[in-house]
C-alpha cells in the first residue's frame, strides 16, 4: 500500500493524549496533519478520508471507556477503506473496553484497523500514579510501534490483506463510570472565560465561569489545566485520600500494549 497522507485526530484534555500521539507521529515517515476534537464546538466537525491516507485517532481511557464526548465526535469520520491506528491513553490502571470500543467506532465508520495501541501517561487526576509519563522509554516504544506500523502497511498489497489486530474488552462495554471528582472555581476566578470555552461538553457557564454543572462535567480536568489563575482545582483533603488508595492498588509501572 502506499500512504500519501497522515491524519490524527485526538481527543485531549490535559494534553498528555496529544503528547502520546506526537511520539507516535514524529517516528512515521511523512507529518500528520492534526486535528483537535476535544473542544465543544468540535461536536459536528465531519471528515472523509481517502483509501492512501493513515488516519490516526487516539483518545484518553476514563474508567475503562473512551469518553462519551469523544465518541459522538468518531461517529462523525468516515473513511472509505482506509487504514487506521487506534492509541488509547490510559492511566497506568487498565485501559478494559476502550481499545475494542474505538475499533468498532472504526469499522463502522468505513476505516480498517491496521494497528492498535494502549500507551500510559501520567493520570489526569492522580497525578503521582505515572507520574511524567510517556517517558523516554515510552517514547522510543512508540517510535518502534510507529515503524512496524509503517513496515505493515508498505508490505500489504491492499487494505484488503491487512489482518485486524486482536484487542481485548467484551461486549456489551462496561458501564460509564460515575467519577466523583469534579473541578470548581476558588475565590481566585478572575472571569476570563477561557475555563467555559476549553470545555469538551460545556459543563461550565460562559456568564458565570465560577460554576460548574456537575451533571454535564467529565472528571477530564481540562478547566483546571487551562485555567490562567489557577483558580479551579478539586477538594484536596479528597483527592489525597482517594490518590493514596489508588495510588497503592495501582502504582506499579505498568507498560504500554501493542497490536499489529
Not at 13 to 34: H, I, M, R, V
Not at 106 to 117: E, M, N, Q, T, Y
Amino acid at each position: 500500500m502506499k500512504i500519501t497522507k497522515i491524519t490524527c485526530v485526538f481527543f485531549s484534555a490535559t494534553g498528555l493524549t496529544e503528547k502520546t500521539a506526537d511520539a507516535f507521529l514524529s517516528a512515521l515517515p511523512l507529518p500528520a496533519e492534526k486535528i483537535d476534537i476535544t473542544p465543544f464546538s468540535a461536536r459536528g466537525f465531519a471528515r472523509t478520508f481517502g483509501p492512501d491516507e493513515l488516519a490516526v485517532w487516539a483518545a484518553p481511557v476514563y474508567g475503562g471507556r473512551i469518553p462519551a464526548a469523544a465518541k459522538e465526535r468518531f461517529l462523525q469520520l468516515q473513511g472509505t477503506q482506509t487504514p487506521a491506528v487506534l492509541l488509547a491513553v490510559f492511566g497506568n490502571r487498565d485501559y478494559d473496553d476502550a481499545l475494542l470500543e474505538m475499533c468498532d467506532l472504526a469499522l463502522a465508520g468505513g476505516l480498517v484497523p491496521a494497528a492498535c495501541a494502549a500507551p500510559v501517561a501520567e493520570h489526569s487526576i492522580m497525578h503521582s500514579v505515572a507520574a511524567g509519563r510517556p517517558d523516554a522509554a515510552d517514547r522510543e516504544k512508540l517510535a518502534a510501534f510507529a515503524q512496524a506500523v509503517w513496515r505493515k502497511l508498505e508490505n500489504a498489497a491492499d487494505i484488503s490483506s491487512l489482518s485486524l489486530p486482536s484487542v481485548k474488552g467484551r461486549r456489551p462495554y462496561m458501564a460509564y463510570p460515575n467519577i466523583p471528582f469534579k473541578p470548581a472555581a476558588s475565590a481566585a476566578c478572575i472571569q476570563c472565560g477561557k475555563c467555559a470555552r476549553e470545555c469538551p461538553v460545556n459543563a461550565i457557564p460562559a456568564d458565570a465561569p465560577e460554576q460548574t454543572d456537575k451533571t454535564r462535567c467529565i472528571s477530564c480536568m481540562r478547566c483546571i489545566s487551562v485555567c490562567p489563575a489557577g483558580a479551579r482545582g478539586l477538594n484536596k483533603i479528597a483527592l489525597a485520600l482517594a490518590e493514596k488508595v489508588f495510588a497503592f492498588k495501582h502504582g506499579a509501572r505498568k507498560e504500554p500494549e501493542f497490536f499489529i
